[in-house]
């Protein structure tokens, strides 16, 4: 949860949330509609095919089966006793040429009036099986005519149906269906009357179908395909795969089938490949991925338009940030033309002024105050130094002579005038060289003890001005803490980019916790060393003057010594009065 939050904070900028918000407040209410536009069109759909589909399926079985049924009625006709069989049996036993002629002129007329009655009925003939010949055809017919090789549709005890199959009529290549049943006479042995539909009847029938998207397959009692409009996948004399008498529909090689069983027994199947059953589909669901890609381009050019609205304000609102933190007082304020928006601006914009006076005034204060604690310490000379000194004076006097009290107050007078400022605030840097070799002379003679002391200056330097009364403290330190007698003091001022004021003595050193106390802590140390002042008040001098472009560094090593570093700008403003 935690990593997810800070996820959420990290990445979910302002911009992605409007954006995820404004997604989730359109898109799933949209695709709460799409799913169930989906399902409910699907289902109309699939219904509405389906429905065609079967609806289709009744209509060309029941037209099949009512032309297997008209075939049977004429075949009827043809094969049993009454004025057809009468003359056929005539027909058969006479020998007499003009008789013969005669009886067949006159079992034509009779043919010609039932097929004419018939006009469903095409190519009818006499097929006599014992010598493969036929007789009494009302049209030519193609040779060689076989009608054992034509496809069985379904067979019983005397006819048997074909079909369909291409008309074995010489001026007709439409498919069609045919019966053959065997004449019942007893003077005629294996002769067949043989009749097929005509006038393009079965074609009509079998492309009846659903903007001729269906193809149709139909099967024997058996299974086996008679016919079939989709040979490459359903081959003619081919059982029907996984056929099942009971079974009414279901999918096979990539077709969708259903099944219609006629009352003789076999049955027409309707396929529709499984692309052309969801064509209509696929057509509504490219219309609602197109309205979707639509109305996903309308919501994220809306959260656009809403991030443009909060973006410009916000750009306002940052650079106004941006020119508080450069100091900067913008007296323009720019307008984001959303009013709200705008009185915001302008109130920050008065509130910045208001708080840049207050830093103004707040900073006047600290620099007087600054001033004034500098001042303060510029006279917190210790008394002590002062009377100690006087003292000194008093036993030179007394045991040394005249000279030496004269070289010791002179160097006093002038170290005190230095330090009391009556020289003014500023001072330059060869004014405090001499103000410590003024003090050095006092240490020498008061504490009686010898040290080396090594100052080296560079000569560019000497006219810079500096802050006044900045160096004495710092060897002051050095003096005060662990210098011997036969030990040295090193003033060594360079300049580069900068003025480097180094300030080493080989004393006993300083841990790093004493050196702390010094800088942050000098009430205690102050009350050690002679004049009370301290290296506190070289690094307050130097941030009032400087700010943080001059820098003090001490380092010291226990038994070895201590380095002072004090770098400070050239041309740094140095106050005057």
Not at 345 to 374: G, P, S, T, Y
Request: charged content about 20%; hydrophobic content about 40%.
């Amino acid at each position: 949860m935690n990593r997810l939050r800070v996820y959420l904070y990290d990445y979910l900028t302002l911009k992605r949330r409007i954006i995820i918000i404004f997604l989730f407040s359109s898109v799933i209410p949209f695709i709460t509609i799409v799913l169930i536009s989906y399902f409910t069109i699907y289902s109309i759909l699939t219904n509405k095919i389906q429905t065609g589909i079967q609806n289709n399926l009744r209509q060309v079985g029941l037209s099949l089966e009512n032309s297997i049924n008209n075939l049977n009625h004429v075949s009827q006709q043809l094969a049993f006793g009454g004025v057809v069989g009468n003359k056929l049996d005539e027909l058969m036993s006479t020998t007499e040429p003009f008789a013969r002629s005669k009886v067949m002129s006159d079992l034509k007329e009779e043919l010609g009036l039932i097929t004419f009655t018939n006009p469903s009925i095409g190519l009818t003939l006499y097929y006599f099986l014992n010598d493969h010949s036929y007789e009494l055809e009302n049209s030519g017919v193609k040779d060689p005519f076989s009608p054992q090789d034509l496809p069985l549709l379904a067979e019983y005890s005397k006819i048997s149906y074909y079909g369909p199959h291409v008309s074995n009529n010489r001026f007709d290549n439409q498919f069609v269906l045919s019966a053959m049943r065997k004449v019942d006479s007893p003077n005629l042995q294996n002769v067949y009357v043989y009749i097929e539909t005509g006038f393009k009847l079965t074609q009509s029938i079998l492309h009846n179908d659903i903007g001729g998207l269906t193809s149709h397959v139909i099967l024997d009692n058996n299974g086996r395909i008679a016919y079939s409009d989709a040979t490459a996948d359903f081959e003619i004399d081919s059982l029907f795969p996984h056929f099942d008498k009971d079974q009414l529909s279901g999918t096979q090689h990539g077709y969708y089938w259903y099944r219609q069983i006629s009352n003789q027994g076999w049955s027409v199947i309707s396929l529709i490949s499984k692309s052309d059953y969801n064509k209509e589909m696929n057509r509504w669901f490219v219309q609602i991925a197109l309205f979707a890609l639509l109305f996903l381009g309308m919501t994220l050019f809306l959260a656009w338009l809403l991030w443009t609205m909060v973006y410009r304000p916000l750009t306002g609102f940052n650079k106004e940030i941006k020119l508080m933190a450069q100091n900067n007082v913008q007296v323009s304020v720019m307008k984001t033309k959303i009013p709200e928006f705008d009185s915001l601006l302008h109130q920050f914009q008065q509130m910045k002024i208001q708080i840049w006076d207050l830093f103004a005034e707040v900073e006047n204060k600290e620099k007087r105050r600054a001033d004034l604690e500098v001042e303060k310490l510029l006279y917190q000379i210790n008394p002590h130094f002062l009377m100690n000194t006087l003292d000194t004076v008093h036993w030179l006097a007394v045991m040394n002579g005249q000279d030496e009290i004269d070289r010791l107050v002179s160097s006093l007078n002038k170290l005190l005038h230095y330090n009391l400022g009556k020289l003014g605030q500023s001072s330059t840097i060869q004014e405090e060289i001499e103000a410590v070799k003024q003090y050095l002379i006092l240490q020498q003679i008061r504490y009686d003890f010898q040290f080396d002391v090594h100052i080296h200056v560079d000569q560019e330097v000497l006219e810079i001005p500096i802050p006044r009364f900045i160096l004495q403290p710092l060897v002051e330190n050095s003096l005060y803490h662990g210098l011997d007698d036969d030990g040295y003091i090193e003033i060594d001022v360079q300049i580069s980019d900068f003025i480097n004021i180094f300030i080493r003595d080989d004393g006993a050193g300083m841990s790093e916790e004493k050196i702390q106390n010094i800088l942050h802590h000098p009430e205690t140390e102050n009350r050690k060393v002679g004049m009370g002042i301290g290296m506190n008040y070289v690094k307050r001098m130097i941030e009032v003057y400087y700010g943080g472009q001059a820098e003090l560094r001490v380092t010291s090593i226990i038994g070895k010594g201590t380095t002072i570093h004090l770098s400070l700008p050239i041309g740094g403003v140095v106050h005057h009065d």
